[in-house]
């Protein structure tokens, strides 16, 4: 159909964008793959190295809160598909700067919505605004119990009230103006090419430095954690086969308290630096809690299962090892990111 040939995917620099621009480069050599990225601090293109001379593959920086900008793009490019990964994403950030998030996460993804109305307007029904979204929008969950597709929103920080918003926007768009449209809610991810401000690469980072493991309140925070490369094969799916209107919970069956996860990690770590056992254990230290901090989420992913026979590849230990190989045979990725070199690196190539 229509909507397979020319695909913009927002926000491609970055960690799950950059798995998803790879997967569809790649493995789908007839399509041409438009990766639109504000590179941010958080968007690097080094992520990218090895498919940025492909054919059927353009980089374009620019960012999503300029509407102008945005309509010229759909006017010229007429895309036949959006898959809408662009977003301010890292929690403790939206503590510190809410409006960034609503500006980009909430703003952005109008412009968006309001380029595809307007300029699929002839043949709407023929394109696809695929908005990706997280299982932080349903709130937080007690001791039992799962998100489902029919879990009602309950967000708790400015960043998953910022996802929230987006997520309705979408769903009107879709009700209102008939916009075809799917939305997936996922997980944590993890592995490769992750900024390192997140847990897991954060605490291997931390680790190899022998530097202290910040650990939020008690320790017993519960997230389900699912690998980012199962992630973009389930957004390939979804994009392919899933229903229009619908929504898909994407998860790693998976649930780790926050504590249990890094006493693992510690052990492997301790294992692959040739460290005795019990020397990583020793840099945890406690801090205080994050306020509105979310005490468990756990997502129910037996639709995307059931319907289209998704399911994750790898094990949590698989991941896990092959997270931590990754970032200990990169370390120039995240010496990089860590001075923001990588930031210098590219702005000659795509100033504006
Ligand atoms: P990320 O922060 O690694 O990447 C975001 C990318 O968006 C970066 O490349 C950044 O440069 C770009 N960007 C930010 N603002 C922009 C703007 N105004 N215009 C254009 N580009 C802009 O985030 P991520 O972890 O890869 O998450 C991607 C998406 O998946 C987000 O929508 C996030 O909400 C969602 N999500 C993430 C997770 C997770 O565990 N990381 C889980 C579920 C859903």
């Not at 964008?17 to 504000?38: I, M, Q, T």
């Not at 703003?107 to 109305?117: D, E, K, P, S």
């Not at 949590?316 to 370390?331: Q, R």
Request: aromatic residues 14%; charged residues 25%; contains cysteine.
């Amino acid at each position: 159909s229509l909507r397979n040939k020319k695909i913009l995917i927002t926000g491609g620099a970055g960690f799950i964008g950059s798995h998803v621009v790879r997967l569809f480069v790649s493995k789908y050599p007839e399509y041409h793959v438009y990766n639109l990225d504000a590179l941010t601090y958080a968007g690097n293109l080094e992520n990218l190295k090895d498919v940025e001379n492909s054919e059927n593959y353009t980089f374009l920086k620019g960012d999503i809160n300029d509407s102008e900008y945005i309509n010229r793009l759909f006017h010229e490019l007429q895309f036949d598909a959006v898959i809408h990964l662009a977003a301010e994403s890292h929690v403790d950030r939206s503590i510190s700067d809410p409006l960034a998030f609503v500006r980009t996460n909430v703003f952005g993804t109008m412009n968006l919505l309001n380029a595809a109305i307007e300029i699929w307007k002839d043949n709407l029904h023929e394109k696809l605004f695929y908005h990706i979204s997280t299982d932080e929008v349903y709130g937080s969950l007690g001791e039992k119990g799962l998100f489902s597709e029919e879990s009602s929103y309950d967000p708790n920080s400015p960043y998953s009230a910022s996802k929230a918003s987006s997520d309705h926007f979408v769903r009107a768009y879709g009700e209102t103006y008939e916009l075809p449209y799917i939305i997936s809610n996922c997980s944590n991810n993890y592995g490769p090419n992750q900024f390192p401000e997140k847990l897991i690469p954060l605490f291997i980072n931390n680790i190899v430095e022998n530097k202290e493991l910040p650990v939020y309140g008690d320790g017993k925070y519960t997230r389900d954690w699912l690998y980012v490369i199962d992630h973009a094969n389930a957004i390939d799916l979804i994009f392919h086969k899933g229903s229009e209107k619908e929504t898909y919970n994407i998860g790693g069956f998976n649930e780790w308290q926050n504590i249990d996860l890094i006493k693992l990690l510690c052990d492997v770590m301790d294992s692959k630096l040739n460290r005795p056992a019990g020397s990583c254990s020793k840099l945890i230290s406690y801090v205080k809690d994050r306020p509105g901090h979310d005490k468990r989420y756990a997502i129910d992913a037996s639709k995307v299962n059931n319907e289209l026979g998704w399911k994750p590849s790898v094990t949590f230990e698989e991941g896990l090892s092959k997270t931590i190989d990754w970032y200990l045979s990169n370390k120039d990725w995240l010496n990089h990111v860590v001075s923001g070199d990588y930031q210098d690196y590219y702005k000659k190539q795509y100033s504006e």
